[in-house]
Nanobody
């Protein structure tokens, strides 16, 4: 059974930082690209960033570029989303997802999803 479990969310003031973690099990983690998405109340799911299976390539949404960094540790089946200089508009539930084919910005192409972790940024 494939499981992706996000953790590390919480409440932070604007300008602060959080690091989200995504722990994977039940799949050959090292061959999956991992994406991060977020969804705010009343809004559609939004691409945040993604990392290839090797960790060699990352892609980010323009809204987070330069503030967020994705990394992975295949030995630990973990992916991380370091979020710096957080803004109130970053408030959302954050999800990690696994894609066997490629690192894509399209959420429907991902095969497995976590349950999400809430990030709230106060002004």
């Amino acid at each position: 059974q494939v499981q992706l479990v996000e953790s590390g969310g919480g409440l932070v003031q604007a300008g602060g930082s959080l690091r989200l973690s995504c722990a994977a099990s039940g799949l050959t983690f090292s061959i999956y690209s991992i994406g991060w998405f977020r969804q705010a109340p009343g809004k559609e799911r939004e691409f945040v960033g993604t990392i290839t299976w090797s960790g060699g390539i990352t892609y980010y949404a323009d809204s987070v570029k330069g503030r967020f960094t994705i990394s992975r540790d295949n030995a630990k089946n973990m992916v991380y989303l370091q979020m710096n200089n957080l803004k109130p508009e970053d408030t959302a539930v954050y999800y990690c997802a696994a894609d066997l084919d490629r690192a894509t910005m399209t959420w429907v192409e991902y095969d497995y999803w976590g349950q999400g972790t809430q990030v709230t940024v106060s002004s």
